[in-house]
Antibody
Framework: QVHLKESGPGLVKPSETLSLTCDVF?????????WGWIRQPPGKGLEWIAT???????YSNPSLKSRVTISVDAAKNHFSLKMRSVTATDTAVYYC????????????????WGQGTLVTVSS | QSVLTQPPSVSGAPGQRVTISCTGS?????????VHWYQQLPGTAPTLLIY???NRPSGVPDRFSGSKSGTSASLAITGLQAEDEADYYC?????????????FGGGTKLTVL
């Protein structure tokens, strides 16, 4: 059974860097799947942040790209997110997920999600 | 303002059929990109409900079905049950000037009366 679990500080100060890790269980991070981060501000909808393949090839939301770094550690079977210069608007539940990507036909969806971790940006 | 537009809320009585629309444009759904649906029960993470427009993952009841036409997609739920009360999100690709982007609808809250 595939299981993902996010970890990281629940409180980050404005202008600092948010750092989260997603541990993957039941699926090798070096398999044919991609791995991604999605966030959800309190009471609001979902927003895709970034996606990475075990090769290191990554893609980010154009609106967040300048502040986001996503990385993968195959040896530890986990992947990570760093978001720089955070503000209160970055307060959200952050989810990691396994991403199914198929080229033909074009498919891109999140089939397994972590439970999410709330990150609050406040001084 | 989400790239994919969903109604904020829908409701129905137990046993009834409800549909949730997801309206996009020629840069996403209308371009042929697949639509996927997620269910988010209160206080929990989203789970995959429909993928590739019409396909159900193993374990999802056949009361849930997806369809797509033109620049819109729909999720239908028949035989509504109390446990279906949740938020529902559609998701697709968007190929705009800023590049290929993964986009979600704003979400629809389903209330079972």
């Amino acid at each position: 059974q595939v299981h993902l679990k996010e970890s990281g500080p629940g409180l980050v100060k404005p202008s600092e860097t948010l750092s989260l890790t997603c541990d993957v269980f039941g699926s090798s991070i070096s398999s044919g799947y991609y791995w991604g981060w999605i966030r959800q501000p309190p009471g609001k909808g979902l927003e895709w942040i970034a996606t990475i393949y075990h090769s290191g090839s990554s893609y980010s939301n154009p609106s967040l790209k300048s502040r986001v770094t996503i990385s993968v550690d195959a040896a530890k079977n986990h992947f990570s997110l760093k978001m720089r210069s955070v503000t209160a608007t970055d307060t959200a539940v952050y989810y990691c997920a396994r991403v199914v990507v198929v080229v033909d036909p074009d498919l891109y969806y999140f089939d397994y999600w972590g439970q999410g971790t709330l990150v609050t940006v406040s001084s | 303002q989400s790239v994919l537009t969903q109604p904020p809320s829908v409701s129905g009585a137990p046993g009834q059929r409800v549909t949730i629309s997801c309206t996009g444009s020629n840069s996403n759904i209308g371009a042929g990109y697949a639509v996927h649906w997620y269910q988010q029960l209160p206080g929990t993470a989203p789970t995959l409900l429909i993928y590739g427009d019409i396909n159900r993952p193993s374990g999802v009841p056949d009361r849930f079905s997806g369809s797509k036409s033109g620049t819109s997609a729909s999720l239908a739920i028949t035989g509504l049950q109390a446990e279906d009360e949740a938020d529902y999100y559609c998701q697709s690709y968007d190929n705009s000037l800023s590049g290929l982007d993964v986009v979600f609808g704003g979400g629809t809250k389903l209330t079972v009366l």
